[in-house]
């Protein structure tokens, strides 16, 4: 199996579990009657957290899904540098966004879980247990995505850094 190759199965699999996270975090919603009368509905709009995760997570599997298209597009141009320079800096960023947005909505989550009493803000999840344990695994397929695109951009990486002298530092081999 090449590097494009796996490279493809990578994008396929982080773009699979990027729209599971969004899935299951969009979809998720619970209700409870509260006080005999008062119905209380937790979504993914109760945390802003999980609702811009939401967002990065689909642009992130769109952006796979258009690397995924345009890398069997472009394969005649696999020795150009600034393209390799390109394609490494776009995986580093969205990576790193989707890491960062998924941690951002794990903390929020914890403060649901535990609640804050210096802020009064009570525990979510003891009323929404169902929605709390979805979430959870929610998460839990965001990092593995996470986890797939480092692996993503380290392929990149090698792929620009290829194109460099192993002996001086971003000199370019002579052919």
């Known amino acids: 199996m090449n590097s494009l190759k796996?490279?493809?199965a990578l994008r396929i699999m982080n773009m699979l579990l990027l729209a599971l996270t969004s899935c299951l975090i969009r979809f998720d919603s619970q209700t409870?009657?509260?006080?005999?009368?008062?119905?209380?509905?937790a979504t993914f709009h109760v945390l802003d957290a999980l609702y811009v995760l939401v967002w990065i997570d689909v642009a992130a599997a769109v952006y796979n899904f258009l690397q995924l298209i345009t890398s069997y597009k472009m394969q005649r141009f696999a020795t150009n540098r600034y393209l390799a320079w390109g394609i490494f800096l776009l995986d580093q960023a969205a990576a790193y966004t989707v890491f960062?947005?998924?941690?951002?909505?794990v903390q929020g989550s914890m403060i649901a879980i535990t609640g804050e009493k210096s802020f009064q803000w009570?525990?979510?999840?003891?009323?929404f247990t169902r929605f709390c344990f979805q979430i959870g695994g929610a998460l839990i397929c965001g990092y593995a995505a996470t986890v797939l695109m480092v692996i993503t951009a380290s392929i990149s990486a090698y792929s620009l850094f290829r194109f460099y002298s192993p002996k001086r530092f971003l000199v370019l081999k002579h052919k």
């Open 100 to 105: 960062s947005a998924t941690a951002a909505a």
């Open 6 to 8: 796996r490279e493809a």
């Open 32 to 41: 409870k009657v509260l006080f005999y009368t008062y119905k209380k509905t």
């Open 122 to 127: 009570m525990k979510l999840c003891n009323r």
